[in-house]
């Protein structure tokens, strides 16, 4: 069965800091790869995604992430990140054929503080 | 252009009362998603439905719960009898199943079971 990790539970940074989470999955096959940031008391936004092509995607916010194959990664990066960013991160994995239900991670929680 | 719907948004009820979940996808999209958000288990797929059809339902805890999708654009989850461990946050997400797909999902419904 597919895993999702994010090895980050709790993050707090300054605004302007540059932000990395990481997001690590166990299966060998072809993947489909997503970012969702949830805001506080908001439903799941779908900030990237990765289905083929050039590994490193944009996303809205000025978000960006990179699948790196042989290390079964895709993580999110952003270089200075704002008070708005405040929220909670979720990578998600979904198997490219087969099952089609997403596999979440734990979540990352981003304090962005002013 | 309206996302996934879901109502209630909020429900607090007491143990052994029954509880229905609604929810409209979006128009055109012809696969539906429950997904439950607890604190202890993160976020996990219930059940999923493609052109209204229950596709997988191993993720549904026990008979208690069950699921409709008697036409494309309304589902409901109905829990029955409730109890307190079925307190979380339910997501519905809808998506269109032509290759890669990306699941948008709705604003979920904070459940409460006192």
């Known amino acids: 069965a597919q895993s999702v990790s994010q090895h980050n539970h709790h993050v707090i940074l300054s605004e302007a800091a540059s932000l990395e989470l990481g997001c690590n999955y166990s299966y060998g096959g072809t993947v489909n790869l997503f970012w969702y940031v949830q805001y506080p008391g908001q439903h799941l936004q779908l900030l990237l995604k990765y289905f083929s092509g050039d590994p490193l995607v944009k996303g809205i916010k000025g978000f960006e992430a990179e699948f790196i194959k042989s290390k079964f990664s895709f993580n999110l990066r952003k270089p200075s990140v704002q008070w708005s960013d405040t929220a909670e991160y979720f990578c998600a994995v979904n198997a490219g054929t087969g099952r089609r239900a997403l596999t979440f991670g734990s979540g990352t929680r981003l304090q962005v503080q002013p | 252009d309206a996302g996934v719907i879901q109502s209630p948004r909020h429900e607090v009820t007491e143990m052994g009362q029954e509880v229905t979940l609604r929810c409209k996808p979006i128009?055109?999209?012809?696969?539906l998603f429950w997904y439950r958000q607890t604190m202890m288990r993160g976020l996990e797929l219930l059940i999923y439905?493609?052109?209204?059809?229950?596709?997988?339902d191993s993720g549904m805890p026990e008979d208690r719960f069950s699921a409709k999708m008697p036409n494309a654009s309304f589902s409901t989850l109905k829990i029955q009898p409730s109890e307190p461990r079925d307190s979380a946050v339910y997501f519905c997400?809808?998506?269109?199943?032509?290759?890669?797909?990306?699941?948008?999902f709705g604003p979920g419904t904070r459940l409460l079971v006192l």
């Open positions: 128009s055109g999209h012809n696969s």
């Open positions: 439905f493609n052109n209204n059809v229950p596709i997988d």
């Open positions: 997400a809808s998506s269109f199943l032509q290759g890669p797909e990306t699941q948008y």
